[in-house]
């Protein structure tokens, strides 16, 4: 049986860890020269020096982020690369949904305000923008349980759907506001809420595209449309 594939994928690893270690001890030996330099120019009360300490920081945090790259490739190459992917996204997407379950929190609390007003037809069209967040959020979820991309890349190109009808649901209740100044307070709740849902829109997208990482690791995701205008609406 020939190993030797395998035997220079390992050396190619091994060399690459080295290389990784040697870099990790070069921004080391820069940041404690750095440190010294600094308690150097408060013992002299040399400005032009601290200067210079102070601009050779750029330098740190630009192999702070090379060094993060080498690292992620190197993960990404090794054997369990599958499990460090799986790893990753897991985290990710539990930040995502802490995140969604805040905004969600926050439609609720605004609820509360809104219900201090006299009903508004207004509130349809935010059933309408939250129920198409609730159809992306379990669309997804089915993607992540069942590692299916192309289903994740069709609740990514999705998000413009949502993005679309939120910016016709705030232009609308700015016109409503514009019309009615007794509209004003419960419509600005009705836009902080659909701002929530337009946000849980994207992390939706976010969960979507770590389930693309989880597939295809760090393969380009295909372009998408975005259609939140609401920057420039009038």
């Not at 905004?103 to 207004?122: D, E, I």
């Not at 836009?191 to 597939?215: C, P, Q, S, Y």
Request: proline share 3%.
């Amino acid at each position: 049986m020939n190993t030797q594939p395998h035997g220079h994928i390992v050396r190619s690893l091994d060399e690459e860890q080295r290389r990784l270690t040697a870099e990790l001890l070069r921004m080391g030996e820069m940041a404690a020269a750095q440190l010294e330099a600094a308690l150097d120019v408060v013992e002299r009360r040399d400005d032009k020096a601290a200067e210079r300490v102070i601009g050779n920081d750029e330098a740190l945090d630009a192999l702070e982020r090379e060094i993060s790259q080498d690292v992620m490739k190197l993960a990404l190459r090794g054997p369990l690369a599958r499990d460090l992917r799986e790893i990753l996204a897991a985290l990710r997407i539990a930040a995502d949904i802490e995140r969604i379950g805040d905004y969600a929190a926050n439609v609720a609390k605004r609820s509360l305000a809104l219900n201090l007003s006299p009903p508004l037809p207004l509130t349809r069209g935010l059933s309408a923008l939250g129920a198409l967040a609730v159809r992306q959020l379990r669309d997804v979820f089915a993607a992540y349980r069942d590692s299916d991309a192309a289903a994740a890349q069709r609740v990514r190109a999705g998000d413009a759907e949502l993005d679309a009808q939120y910016t016709g649901l705030f232009r609308e209740l700015l016109t409503y506001m514009m019309e009615d100044a007794r509209s004003i307070t419960p419509c600005t709740h009705l836009l902080f809420m659909a701002k929530n849902i337009e946000r849980i829109g994207d992390h939706a997208t976010n969960i979507a595209e770590n389930v693309w990482f989880l597939v295809h690791g760090e393969d380009d995701l295909p372009p998408r449309d975005k259609r939140d205008e609401t920057n420039t609406a009038t």
